[in-house]
């Protein structure tokens, strides 16, 4: 899954590279989400939205997005898993699991019991975990429940993403 984050560029230039973004997930069949704006996420035809727990109701981007579209929702605390399971979401982003300097609002790292945790809660919920992950600590987080990892850092920081990528794959999918 893809997830287009753009906080900072003019709205012009997101829906550019987003249209273009999409284009290239739709010809390899993965999923393309847009980060916390659900107008966006309408004007790209996108497959979903993450939204955090500031950010539209998981409840409301469902009204707006349909049943079909795929709607996250960012969790770091049980009570913030129990309120966006009540929004509807299709998959949680549990976390920050370790420190990041990505996303400058995730707060103290919280590890990985609360991935555990939901899972035992609600073991058929998909969940990804974000914050500070990369192939050195992804193992850790599967091995607690989660379906996947977000990265931004492990991956476009790297002198050689491609590898990057291939080495957590390796890390998160083993064969």
Avoid at 1 to 19: F, N, T, Y
Avoid at 29 to 55: E, I, M, S
Wanted: aromatic share 4%; proline share 5%; charged share 25%.
């Amino acid at each position: 899954m893809i997830q287009l984050r753009e906080k900072k560029a003019p709205l012009s230039r997101v829906i550019e590279e987003g249209r273009a973004l999409r284009e290239l997930c739709r010809e390899y069949g993965v999923p393309f989400l847009v980060n916390d704006r659900v107008d966006v996420a309408l004007v790209l035809d996108a497959d979903g939205v993450h939204v955090g727990q500031d950010d539209l109701p998981g409840s409301e981007a469902r009204k707006l997005l349909g049943k079909d579209k795929i709607i996250g929702i960012s969790a770091g605390t049980m009570a913030e898993a129990e309120w966006a399971m009540a929004q509807g979401a299709d998959y949680l982003g549990v976390g920050a699991v370790y420190s990041t300097l990505t996303k400058g609002d995730a707060g103290a790292p919280i590890g990985t019991g609360l991935i555990s945790e939901i899972k035992r809660r609600w073991p058929h919920v998909s969940m990804v975990g974000i914050g500070g992950i990369d192939v050195s600590n992804a193992a850790p987080v599967i091995q607690a429940g989660a379906d996947g990892v977000a990265v931004v850092s492990a991956i476009v920081r790297q002198s050689d993403p491609c590898l990057a990528a291939r080495k957590l794959k390796q890390e998160v999918c083993p064969e």
